[in-house]
């Protein structure tokens, strides 16, 4: 039996899974994002890279079928399903600076990368190790002028992506913490870890 596990609101986790294994990532609720960041358990300078993920993928936005690659040009994992099939690759997890600078907040906000970094420090990494992530059920659109602009996700609650680890990995996960990413709202993210590329 498989046990799913629970990233509350505004927090993170982090694990290890072992090539050929598969995360399955799903939004219980509905309109929730996770980023997720990967790092090579046996030699944590390599890690995930959304520019190479771009080039080798020759896309933007990556569902099933693509490749997530790493600083090093391996591939580190594959997406094998995605129901909701909106993700982003381009912005970089919400940090304090974020809700400083986008939202005019002065005081403590929970954020992306803090969670990131509390979880992955145990591993050894620390926040300026941290990459841009693979933002699952994000919703970022942009016009013919390059401006972005974040939407609430398309999301519906079950909806999942099914990743196949291509090496060792440490990976971090979240639950998101910024406002516009999420609808307005802050709600878990489940994850469930299996061995093979079964559910």
Request: proline residues 6%; glycine residues 8%.
């Amino acid at each position: 039996m498989n046990y799913t596990h629970t990233i509350p609101p505004q927090t993170g986790a982090a694990f290890e899974l072992k090539k050929g294994n598969t995360l399955t990532v799903l939004d219980p609720r509905g309109q929730q994002v996770s980023d997720m960041v990967l790092f090579n358990k046996h030699d944590l300078k390599e890690k995930i890279s959304s520019g190479k993920t771009m080039d080798f993928e020759e896309s933007i936005l990556l569902s099933t079928g693509n490749f997530l690659w790493s600083n090093r040009s391996n591939k580190m994992m594959e997406i094998k399903a995605d129901t909701n099939g909106r993700n982003d690759f381009l912005l970089a997890p919400c940090s304090p600076e974020t809700f400083q600078i986008m939202y005019n907040e002065s005081g403590y906000h929970p954020s992306c990368l803090e969670n990131l970094h509390l979880n992955l420090k145990s591993f050894g990494i620390e926040i300026d190790d941290i990459p841009t992530a693979f933002n699952i059920f994000m919703n970022v659109q942009f016009d013919e002028k390059g401006r972005l602009k974040v939407l609430p996700p398309t999301s519906k609650p079950g909806d999942l992506v099914r990743f196949t680890a291509e090496m060792d990995l440490i990976v971090g996960l979240t639950a998101c913490s910024a406002e516009d990413s999420n609808g307005g709202t802050f709600k878990p993210i489940h994850y469930v870890i299996t061995e093979g590329d079964g559910f």
